[in-house]
């Protein structure tokens, strides 16, 4: 079936400018997460989304970034104002059940310039 | 707080020859644990995962890793590695404190002829 998809692949950016990031899990999955992923770096927690309930925005670096995810299904990762240090690789995930194993999708590789 | 330590950030190994990647965490209730794989330029890939159960888990690609709750490590081995071994290799736990998985800082595995 479907795996996780991402759009774009690739983005690149002016500073000062927004992008929005999207995802769309596996269909039936109710968990779906973001992280970044910088250059030789491992993968930071973004923000989670767990069926209807309010999103765990903890990871969420600045107040400049934010998400949301319509019907339960897309997600839509923005950030404004967008700044050098922001460029890096957005993965999505999405799982069955929290906690269980994350289905990665192929990630955006945004570079702000 | 929950947290994963790759203690190697590169393994550098010949083929054919056996490999172990370390991977230790830190968590105060049970623990689901996990190994990813990342090829260049690609998502993330499951590797294994230990949930319940026997403590020897085998994965894909000849990989296996034995979880040890008296030492928290989760390492990963394989007998004999490929050329087409050489990743990133993560190690990931997620437990009931939070609802993110955490990762670990990565390990990068080469495969040498």
């Known amino acids: 079936g479907a795996g996780v998809s991402q759009s774009p692949s690739n983005k690149v950016t002016e500073k000062g400018k927004d992008v929005e990031l999207r995802c769309d899990p596996i269909?039936?999955?109710?968990?779906l997460y973001w992280y970044r992923q910088s250059l030789g770096q491992g993968l930071e927690f973004l923000i989670y989304?767990?069926?209807?309930?309010?999103?765990?925005k903890s990871g969420l670096p600045s107040d400049r970034f934010s998400a949301e995810r319509t019907g339960g299904s897309v997600s839509t990762l923005t950030i404004q104002r967008t700044q050098q240090e922001d460029s890096a690789v957005y993965l999505c995930?999405?799982?069955?059940?929290?906690?269980?194993?994350?289905?990665f999708g192929p990630g955006t590789r945004l570079t702000v310039t | 707080a929950q947290s994963v330590t790759q203690l190697d950030s590169q393994v550098p190994v010949f083929e054919e020859a056996p490999v172990e990647l370390r991977c230790n965490y830190s968590?105060?209730?049970?623990?689901?644990l996990f190994w990813y794989v990342q090829y260049p330029n690609q998502g993330l890939q499951l590797l294994l995962k230990?949930?319940?159960?026997?403590?020897l888990v085998k994965g894909i690609n000849g990989f296996e890793a034995e979880f040890n709750k008296s030492q928290t490590s989760f390492h990963l081995r394989k007998p004999s590695v490929h050329i087409s071994d050489t990743a990133e290799y993560f190690c990931?736990?997620?437990?009931?404190?939070?609802?993110?998985?955490?990762f670990g800082a990565g390990t990068r595995l080469t495969v040498k002829p």
């Open positions: 990931a736990v997620s437990d009931q404190s939070r609802n993110d998985m955490r």
């Open positions: 269909s039936g999955h109710t968990a």
């Open positions: 989304f767990q069926g209807n309930s309010a999103p765990d």
């Open positions: 230990y949930l319940s159960g026997s403590t």
């Open positions: 968590s105060s209730v049970s623990v689901y």
């Open positions: 995930a999405s799982s069955l059940e929290p906690r269980h194993e994350q289905y």
